[in-house]
Nanobody, 121 residues
Framework: VQLQASGGGLVQPGGSLTLSCAAS????????MGWYRRAPGAQREFVAA???????NYADSVKGRFTISRDNAKNTVYLQMNSLKPEDTAVYYC????????????????WGQGTQVTVSS
């Protein structure tokens, strides 16, 4: 499967961005899709995930500010990010999880190339 992430950019604190991740190729069998991020000098961390049935989970740091959604007809997952903070600055990666719920903790998972989000005034 190929995952194309887009929508990153530079935004001021308090602003909003929407990331998209479109899957193509071997899309049959994808269950979960999720977003992780990696800030400079930090490890990759979980942000949000959704199953094909629409169940969602969020990291505590983004609850109430970020919303993950999925359009199964378009094989696309979105991450709506509101009330952005400087600490949200990171490269955001999407995944397609065949064996799980978007946490991508098995070998049956693929990652996109990442999109940079910078929150700064």
């Amino acid at each position: 499967v190929q995952l194309q992430a887009s929508g990153g950019g530079l935004v001021q604190p308090g602003g909003s961005l929407t990331l998209s991740c479109a899957a193509s190729g071997s899309i049959l069998g994808i269950n979960g899709m999720g977003w992780y991020r990696r800030a400079p000098g930090a490890q990759r961390e979980f942000v949000a995930a959704t199953t094909i049935g629409g169940d969602t989970n969020y990291a505590d740091s983004v609850k109430g500010r970020f919303t993950i959604s999925r359009d199964n007809a378009k094989n696309t997952v979105y991450l709506q990010m509101n009330s952005l903070k400087p600490e949200d600055t990171a490269v955001y990666y999407c995944n397609a999880d065949y064996a799980g719920s978007g946490y991508c903790n098995t070998a049956l998972c693929s990652w996109g190339q990442g999109t940079q989000v910078t929150v700064s005034s």
